[in-house]
């Protein structure tokens, strides 16, 4: 089994700045793509950002400029540094492991629990 746990939410002022982390634990032998997604209540949970195990970048149009996603292969773990955070940057930030390889040969994609960022006005 593979668990994803976030950390790093909180509660921020407008134009203030979080970091969130996320490590995958598990018999993990590689991950292909880890990502942050959000969700406001009653909405869709949507992409935020998107990094692939070489490297490679994508971000929403919302969060482009602000955001910065990164990861450690080494230590299975992602990060998302959000700066210039607004008020409606405040929801629900999940993290999301694509092409998971665990020792068995299985793969899967798994999501953590979720963690709170609230931006102040």
């Known amino acids: 089994q593979v668990h994803l746990v976030e950390s790093g939410g909180g509660l921020v002022q407008a134009g203030g700045s979080l970091r969130l982390f996320c490590t995958a634990s598990?018999?993990?032998?590689?991950?292909?793509?880890m990502a942050w997604y959000r969700q406001a209540p009653g909405k869709q949970r949507e992409l935020v950002a998107t990094?692939?195990?070489?490297?490679?970048?994508n971000y929403a149009d919302s969060v482009k400029g602000r955001f910065t996603i990164s990861r450690d292969n080494a230590k299975n773990t992602v990060y998302l540094q959000m700066n210039s955070l607004k008020p409606e940057d405040t929801v629900v930030y999940y993290c999301?492991?694509?092409?998971?390889?665990?020792?068995?040969?299985?793969?899967?994609?798994?999501w953590g629990q979720g963690t709170q960022v609230t931006v102040s006005s």
């Open positions: 999301n492991a694509q092409g998971v390889l665990l020792a068995t040969g299985y793969v899967g994609d798994y």
């Open positions: 598990g018999s993990i032998v590689s991950i292909n793509t």
């Open positions: 990094i692939t195990s070489d490297g490679s970048t």
